[in-house]
T-cell receptor
Framework: KQEVTQIPAALSVPEGENLVLNCSFT??????LQWFRQDPGKGLTSLLL?????REQTSGRLNASLDKSSGRSTLYIAASQPGDSATYLC??????????????FGGGTRVLVKP | DTGVSQDPRHKITKRGQNVTFRCDPI?????LYWYRQTLGQGPEFLTY????????KSRLLSDRFSAERPKGSFSTLEIQRTEQGDSAMYLC?????????????FGPGTRLTVL
């Protein structure tokens, strides 16, 4: 059974510092990995999707890397801003298509960027 | 706006009552997913539809839960005889069903409180 872990559960940084968020998964047979942002009491916003054949994806200040062999992904947010304060979730889709495209989520990392 | 919408946004009910939630996916998306998220946790998969066919149900979905997607458009999730343990955020997502980059787009969620 796939398990996704995000450590730490919470992180506080001063504005301007780079953020490094970690995600690990136990089964490397994944189809792709997706990073989401969730604001308090709200739904999820997709940030980046990395296909299993890719090593990284970039969008603006965000960069996500994927190392399937070690079961890890890292989300980097450059020059953090108070508006980046939110919970960040990673999720994987299994390679076995019979399992559908259901996402298995980590518990999230709650980020606070202090002005 | 053509994003995923959910109704209601909040629902407070007494234990033992039945509740029904609605999800309207992005038009032309043929896949629709339901997830449940409790406080401080990542979302957990409940069920998903390919068009009108319900293809998978999680073991989390007890016989008190039923989901439908008539005509492959909107979906409803009904919980009968609600229990306090059903209190959670219920999230709906939709996707195109692309074989390679099947990004799931989430709605704002319905927060259920069972008293």
């Amino acid at each position: 059974k796939q398990e996704v872990t995000q450590i730490p559960a919470a992180l506080s940084v001063p504005e301007g510092e780079n953020l490094v968020l970690n995600c690990s998964f136990t089964d490397s047979a994944i189809y792709n990995l997706q990073w989401f942002r969730q604001d308090p009491g709200k739904g999820l916003t997709s940030l980046l999707l990395i296909q299993s054949s890719q090593r990284e994806q970039t969008s603006g200040r965000l960069n996500a890397s994927l190392d399937k062999s070690s079961g890890r992904s890292t989300l980097y947010i450059a020059a953090s801003q108070p508006g980046d304060s939110a919970t960040y979730l990673c999720a994987v889709i299994p390679m076995i298509k019979a399992a559908g495209n259901k996402l298995t989520f980590g518990g999230g990392t709650r980020v606070l960027v202090k002005p | 706006d053509t994003g995923v919408s959910q109704d209601p946004r909040h629902k407070i009910t007494k234990r033992g009552q039945n509740v029904t939630f609605r999800c309207d996916p992005i038009s032309e998306h043929n896949r629709l997913y339901w997830y449940r998220q409790t406080l401080g946790q990542g979302p957990e998969f409940l069920t998903y539809f390919q068009n009108e066919a319900q293809l998978e149900k999680s073991r989390l979905l007890s016989d008190r839960f039923s989901a439908e997607r008539p005509k492959g458009s909107f979906s409803t999730l009904e919980i009968q005889r609600t229990e306090q343990g059903d209190s959670a955020m219920y999230l709906c997502a939709s996707s195109l069903g692309s074989p390679y980059t099947d990004t799931q787009y989430f709605g704002p969620g319905t927060r259920l409180t069972v008293l």
